[in-house]
Structure formats: structure tokens, C-alpha cells
């Protein structure tokens, strides 16, 4: 089975809430599965390693279901996808846990995935459904706020 991923992960600030996003397509173009996680406090680039160890994750899956996937993962975040490809070091100590959690998810011998930069307004789906988390966990506190 062959897949298309687009990832996201933001914070407003920086830290600051955050969540993670992925839409996984299938070879169609279809829609196959759309997830978003709220991820607490944290930073921008925490964020975007936690939504391509989430993209892994359902891989790995999919892989246990279906026997050996081929995805192709998008993600805007071109300092995540350098860092992910070699191409830059991982220095932060909570990317570096991140980062080792992801790789040995990567080495998958059932998984065939590339990781890819886009700009942002090829994102927009995975875009949406991080704002759209956001935004749930904003109305939800301010809900709290109100019955208090």
C-alpha cells in the first residue's frame, strides 16, 4: 500500500499550547484518516516532531494490518525535515528523546517513507486541524472558566 502523509505542529507562543496534526491520503487521493492531539505546553519544533512520530506510529500500524506500506510524509517545517535527513543536528535535549523515538520507528524494516518539506500553503489540511485543536482546547478552558 502506498500513502501521502502531511504532517503540522504549532504552538501559540513559543512555548505555549500546542498540538500536532496528520492526514493520511491513500493512493486515490482519498481521505483516509485525519487525527490532531493536543500536546500541553510546549514549543513549535516539539510540536512537529511529535506529529511525525504520530505519522509514524500510524504507519506502523497500518503496516501490522496490511503488510509493508510505502508513504511518502509532507511537513512545512523544513529545520525538522534537514534534522530528520542528516542534514542538520538535532540539539535540543527533548528533540533529541523525540528524535530518537521516531528513528527507531523509522528503521521499520516494513515501512519504505520519505520525508519531505512543503510550504505552508501546500500544508493546509494538517494546518487546519492543528488550529482547529487549538481552538478546541482554547473554548474548552474558557468553558472551565466560566462554571468556576
Known amino acids: ?19 500536532s496534526a496528520m492526514v493520511i491520503y ?7 484518516y485525519e487525527k490532531s492531539k493536543y500536546l500541553g505546553i510546549t514549543t513549535n519544533n516539539v510540536a512537529e516532531w511529535e506529529a511525525l512520530k504520530g505519522a509514524f506510529l500510524a504507519l506502523t500500524f497500518l503496516a501490522q494490518k496490511h503488510g509493508k506500506v ?17 542534514q542538520y543536528k538535532v540539539r535540543d535535549e527533548k528533540l533529541k ?15 519504505k517513507v520519505t520525508l519531505s518539506h512543503v510550504y505552508r500553503e ?17 473554548n474548552a ?7 468556576e
Open 70 to 86: 510505502e508513504a511518502e510524509i509532507f511537513a512545512d517545517s523544513e529545520l525538522m525535515v534537514k534534522q530528520f535527513n542528516g
Open 122 to 138: 501546500n500544508n493546509k489540511a494538517a494546518d487546519r486541524l492543528v488550529n482547529l485543536e487549538l481552538d478546541r482546547q482554547e
Open 26 to 32: 491513500d493512493e486515490n487521493g482519498e481521505v483516509l
Open 97 to 111: 528523546e523525540i528524535y530518537a523515538e521516531v528513528k527507531k520507528l523509522a528503521a521499520n524494516p516494513a515501512l
Open 1 to 19: 500500500m502506498k500513502y501521502k502523509v502531511h504532517i503540522d505542529g504549532g504552538s501559540r507562543g513559543n512555548p505555549g499550547p500546542a498540538a
Open 141 to 147: 478552558n474558557i468553558d472551565s472558566e466560566i462554571i
